[in-house]
């Protein structure tokens, strides 16, 4: 009784170079370099987007600076 054994094949195993990475893998917001936690925000700038101190982009809303007088105060406060 033999028993048919077929030869063992090493695949040599290649790393595809035409992969694209699915997720952010940075804030969106201008200038920073944290690992995003929420709709492509760091935590920081995610609480900037929902006061809409910044876009969806990331980019500076256009009244900023007064936006963000307010909510630092508003964040004092609490």
Known sequence: MSENKKPEVKHD?????????????????????KKP?????????????????ITKE???AADFEKK?????KNKKVA
Not at 13 to 33: I, R
Not at 37 to 53: D, I, N, P, Q, R
Not at 68 to 72: E, L, S, V
């Open 58 to 60: 990331g980019a500076k």
């Open 37 to 53: 936690a929420k709709a492509s925000f760091c935590e920081e700038h995610f609480e900037w987007f929902k006061a809409g101190l």
């Open 68 to 72: 963000h007088y307010h909510f630092m």
């Open 13 to 33: 195993k290649q790393v595809p170079n035409n992969v694209v990475q699915l997720g952010p893998t940075k804030c969106s917001a201008e200038g920073c370099s």
